[in-house]
């Protein structure tokens, strides 16, 4: 019996526009910015970024470096949010509805500071709200210092959650990280990014 549901940010809550952000990122003069960002995961500052490995003021600067000139926090965070293109209000309208059915819903992402800049903020979902106030509990790759698809990135959620595997469902647009999830026992939905799950999710609940 499914009482956990995990939710991934990006392609699920989020529907994402890697183009956006790339375009972005170029505008702020990184020439090979398509070749530095990733649908899923991130590599070099932007994976460290994303890991935990560098703080948010560490990839300031050495984004910096790379362009040429000194970048500001607010350039780096209008560059990583270019990753939103919509948050759809359907999927914020689920989310209460599976709150209010009594499922525990927490958000397992592979994210960093400057997109919680925003989703963590009254901005989020132009109501007042935060992502918090849709999630009992918010696992973030740059604060656990791993990223999905690290099993031990799932293990230690199973942890701190106090539960089974078998009583989780992750819901998350990458097929890497679903199948990750479930090698070790949790039943997974992989929706495409921006479909629309709102419906599909019960199949899984059953």
Not at 1 to 8: C, L, N, P
Not at 35 to 42: A, G, I, N
Not at 168 to 191: E, H, K, M
């Amino acid at each position: 019996m499914i009482k956990t549901i995990i939710f991934d940010l990006g392609g699920v809550i989020l529907t994402l526009d890697q183009p956006q952000a790339i375009r972005r990122f170029e505008a702020l003069g990184l020439e090979d910015a398509e070749q530095r960002l990733d649908p899923y995961t991130q590599q070099g500052i932007f994976g460290d970024l994303e890991e935990g490995k560098i703080d948010a003021e560490t990839f300031r600067l050495e984004l910096g470096k790379l362009v040429g000139r000194e970048v500001s926090f607010e350039e780096c965070c209008f560059a990583w949010q270019g990753y939103a293109k919509e948050l759809p209000q359907r999927n914020l309208d689920a989310l209460r509805k599976l709150r209010s059915e009594g499922y525990r819903l927490i958000l397992l992402s592979n994210t960093n500071p400057y997109m919680m800049e925003w989703v963590d903020s009254p901005r989020f979902d132009g109501q007042g709200h935060g992502i918090r106030d849709y999630m009992d509990a918010c696992y973030l790759s740059f604060k656990m210092k791993v990223m999905k698809p690290a099993d031990s990135f799932f293990r230690r959620v199973l942890m701190a959650e106090q539960t089974p595997p078998s009583e989780c469902l992750f819901v998350d647009d990458g097929p890497r990280n679903v199948a990750a999830a479930s090698q070790i026992g949790i039943r997974t939905y992989c929706p495409e990014n921006g479909a629309d799950w709102t419906q599909d999710i019960y199949s899984y609940l059953k």
